[in-house]
């Protein structure tokens, strides 16, 4: 595609619940970025392949946490057992190569209630 | 830990001035900084790219330094437009990590 999709624009979903979100990055690019984002703050890195594999996690708050890239394409951010305080908007970006600018998504907004 | 500090917070500005957005962060070892442009509800839009060898890079009426010993980045933007009104974001790429580390932001308002 033209740009960095992601799905659903808008998820509101009940304390305790499961939650899945998915990210269509630039097609050939090879990198692929979790980050979160809340109220007045700068987007906060939560995870990042190369290709299929999660070369960097560290930014996971806890295991509730996971995502995946099965194909090296798609990817999709997993939440279980939502709290409150995972209310925030989840970013994905796309980059070509390590000398090349980071694409974004248009983001997913989550409230937890 | 990289640190990563936008000044103003906020700034409002009439149309037609010229103006600068200045970025600072902790650890000079980095590998690229980015600028980003931010509307309400939105995702993040990149303006610019300065690899850490570069000094500055332009695109229209924007153009971004980066004094990298110093950590400091600015972007200036010329003959400002109520269209630019927006958050603007600088971020750092680390040698040797793939992370991209954000300031909270800048507030621009350009006002008719």
């Known amino acids: 595609g033209a740009g960095v999709s992601q799905t659903p624009s808008n998820k509101v979903t009940e304390k305790g619940k499961y939650v899945e979100l998915r990210c269509d990055p630039i097609s050939g690019h090879t990198a692929l970025y979790w980050y979160r984002q809340s109220l007045g703050q700068g987007p906060e890195f939560l995870i990042y392949?190369?290709?299929?594999?999660?070369?960097?996690d560290s930014g996971l708050p806890n295991d509730r946490f996971f995502a995946v890239r099965p194909e090296g394409s798609v990817s999709t951010l997993k939440i279980q057992r939502t709290e409150r305080g995972d209310s925030a908007v989840y970013l994905c970006?796309?980059?070509?190569?390590?000398?090349?600018?980071?694409?974004f998504g248009q983001g997913t907004r989550l409230t937890v209630v | 830990k990289q640190e990563v500090t936008q000044i103003p917070a906020a700034l409002s500005v009439p149309e037609g001035e010229n103006l600068v957005l200045n970025c600072s962060f902790t650890?000079?070892?980095?590998?690229?900084l980015q600028w980003f442009r931010q509307d309400p509800g939105k995702g993040l839009t990149s303006l610019l790219l300065?690899?850490?060898?570069?000094r500055e890079q332009t695109s229209g009426r924007l153009n971004a330094s980066l004094d990298k010993s110093s950590g400091r980045s600015t972007l200036y933007i010329a003959a400002s437009q109520p269209g630019d009104s927006a958050t603007y974001l600088c971020a750092v790429r680390e040698g040797g990590s793939e992370k991209l580390v954000f300031g909270k932001g800048t507030k621009l308002t350009v006002n008719p």
């Open positions: 392949f190369q290709g299929t594999g999660a070369a960097d």
């Open positions: 300065i690899q850490s060898s570069q």
């Open positions: 650890d000079s070892a980095i590998y690229n």
């Open positions: 970006a796309s980059r070509l190569n390590r000398d090349t600018e980071a694409f």
